[in-house]
């Protein structure tokens, strides 16, 4: 008989850190393709790339908002194109969850709970010794902090087709950044869901509330009630699974719908409290390649969270996991707002990105 072979510890390793870098989505997840297919892009109309994206596809539920002249409308869009019902789908937001995570930082800064310029030992319990960003590192990206680090229960994940983040505790991450002796010094922008992760750290600590709590509690006094950290599996499946103590909720694990995300883009529009201060420039970044920017993708600056496209006044993020990618940008000039919703992977043809820069560039020019 055959004798088969186990895989090798260092095997393990290499398939799980190549399963854990399709999940640290960069700006919650810009994924390209071949330069002859992306070359094309540019010359596309919205209509074009949603069709495009959705050619042949049975399976794509893409929703797409918009805010035009005070009034808000939604269509949601299946194959080849072809509008569907206008029902309300639940999506993973991915990174989105990060705009909340900051908005509560901000929040929590007003309150006097926690010193945005000063270093994450104030509010964490690390040793006395050590260099620590400080918050508002942190919530910019320019803390030093890598996009993940490597943990153990990321192999488990891995084999079990799990999101690479599961399993990953809050005090592995305290422990990590103790570790990490990190730098006190400058640092240039660097997309960080591990920052964001110890930023719900400073929040529990703040508050003395873990983060799936303060996020539910915090988008109910919103009004958005459909929008939240829960187990459940969505209309659309394919949902990412998380574990109550795991750090990296407070980096990219709500789901929404088109409503409440609507309702969200508005309250970004009119610039309440704690959002404003969010949008306001804190670092000055330039953070996209040359051909990001040839689709129309700038990272010119960086509030808290919020990346800003000076050159044509929008502010924006986006968000991607495993089976989901989503886009919200808005012009406050103009008052108009794009969000897109799509249940397709990040990396699946033409990402919800593009497509709502594409959108929201249109809208503007009409």
Known sequence: MRRIRKPSRKAILIAALAAALCAAIAVGGLAWYGKMQAAKIPGLTFMDTLAYTTRDNPDAVITVGVIKDGKSSYTVYGMNGAELPAELHTYEIGSLTKTFTAAM???????????????????LSLPADGDYPTIRQLATHTSGYKGYYFETPMISSFFRGRNSFYGISKDS????????????????????????????????????ADYTA??????????????RISDDPGDLGRRWDWAADDAYLAAGAATSNIADMLRYAQMQIEGRAPFAACHERLEQIDAASDANKAMGIRMDGIGMAWILDEENGVVWHNGGTGHYNCYLGFRPETGTAVIVLSNLAPGYRIPATVMGIKLLAELDDR
Do not use: M, Q, W
């Open 105 to 123: 930082i901000r929040r929590a800064a007003d309150e006097g709970k926690i010193d945005i310029e000063a270093p994450i030992d104030r509010c």
């Open 173 to 208: 991450v305290l422990d990590r950044v103790a570790r990490l002796r990190a730098d006190p010094g400058e640092h240039g922008f660097r997309y960080s869901n591990f920052g964001y992760a110890v930023l719900g750290l400073a929040l529990e600590s703040a508050y003395g």
């Open 214 to 227: 303060l996020f539910n509690d915090f988008a109910g006094e919103l009004g958005l009630g459909d929008t």
